[in-house]
């Protein structure tokens, strides 16, 4: 398999064990959405080698939620790269170490003892509100209920690109359907938070698990929340 492989327009995705982080190129340099599972630094690196870029290149970070899967390798990029980093208020305590988190359930829970929790990290821009632009190009979506935090991202290219983080998740026969609820916060409110990215428009899907999806996917999204309102 390709370390990473371009789902379209200059926007990539590295899986890293069961998760995928996602890296865009960007005429101000790379900016990655979640950093995949701790201990794969190297692995990022190499991606971005694929891309001819160095860790230099990373500009920013941005974080769909706190759980360990996807900010594994955040500190050490932050530190390495200088970019930087954005996660929304209401999960940035864990992320900068000053809480605990959830303790992890069933696959995280024996990831967590093989591979360690995440680094705690610093924090640059808190990602407050149902909306915002952290950076050009990029919608900041509020969708609570993987975890009270958690941000999905629309970019404003080729139709519009969707991050949906662990909102939901790309099924292998094209359709979508919510992200792990095994370790979500609320899954009820979760889902509403999949039924709200709906009333969007986007041409492509990517995920925190599962497959990409293309192809006017904001359709796979309201046919979800059509069957589930």
């Given at each position: 398999?390709?370390?990473?492989?371009?789902?379209?327009?200059?926007?990539?995705?590295?899986?890293?064990?069961?998760?995928?982080?996602?890296?865009?190129?960007?005429?101000?340099?790379?900016?990655?959405?979640?950093?995949?599972?701790?201990?794969?630094?190297?692995?990022?690196?190499?991606?971005?080698?694929?891309?001819?870029?160095?860790?230099?290149?990373?500009?920013?970070?941005?974080l769909?939620?706190?759980?360990?899967?996807?900010?594994?390798?955040?500190?050490?990029?932050?530190?390495?790269?200088?970019?930087?980093?954005?996660?929304?208020?209401?999960?940035?305590?864990i992320?900068?170490?000053?809480?605990?988190?959830?303790?992890?359930?069933?696959?995280?829970?024996?990831?967590?003892?093989?591979?360690?929790?995440?680094?705690?990290?610093?924090?640059?821009?808190?990602?407050?509100?149902?909306?915002?632009?952290?950076?050009?190009?990029?919608?900041?979506?509020?969708t609570?209920?993987?975890?009270?935090?958690?941000?999905?991202?629309?970019?404003?290219?080729?139709?519009?690109i969707?991050?949906?983080?662990?909102?939901?998740?790309?099924t292998?026969?094209?359709?979508?359907t919510?992200?792990?609820?095994?370790?979500?916060?609320?899954?009820?409110?979760?889902?509403?938070?999949?039924?709200?990215?709906?009333?969007?428009?986007?041409?492509?899907?990517?995920?925190?698990?599962?497959?990409?999806?293309?192809?006017?996917?904001?359709?796979r999204?309201?046919?979800?929340?059509?069957?589930?309102?």
């Amino acid at each position: 398999m390709a370390p990473v492989r371009e789902v379209v327009d200059g926007v990539f995705e590295l899986s890293l064990g069961f998760v995928n982080m996602h890296l865009v190129v960007t005429d101000d340099g790379v900016v990655l959405v979640d950093t995949g599972l701790p201990r794969n630094a190297k692995r990022i690196d190499r991606a971005l080698a694929g891309l001819r870029k160095q860790i230099g290149d990373v500009t920013a970070v941005l974080l769909t939620h706190h759980h360990f899967d996807h900010v594994g390798n955040v500190a050490d990029v932050r530190r390495r790269s200088g970019a930087r980093v954005f996660a929304h208020a209401a999960d940035a305590a864990i992320i900068t170490g000053g809480i605990t988190g959830p303790e992890p359930k069933g696959l995280a829970k024996l990831a967590t003892r093989l591979i360690g929790r995440a680094e705690p990290t610093k924090l640059d821009q808190l990602i407050t509100g149902e909306q915002s632009e952290p950076l050009a190009g990029f919608t900041a979506l509020h969708t609570p209920g993987h975890t009270r935090g958690h941000v999905s991202f629309l970019l404003d290219r080729a139709g519009g690109i969707l991050f949906a983080g662990d909102t939901a998740s790309g099924t292998k026969d094209g359709k979508v359907t919510l992200g792990p609820t095994q370790v979500s916060a609320d899954p009820a409110e979760q889902g509403r938070s999949l039924a709200k990215l709906a009333t969007f428009d986007f041409d492509h899907a990517v995920f925190g698990h599962g497959k990409a999806v293309s192809g006017h996917a904001v359709e796979r999204f309201r046919e979800y929340a059509a069957d589930h309102g």
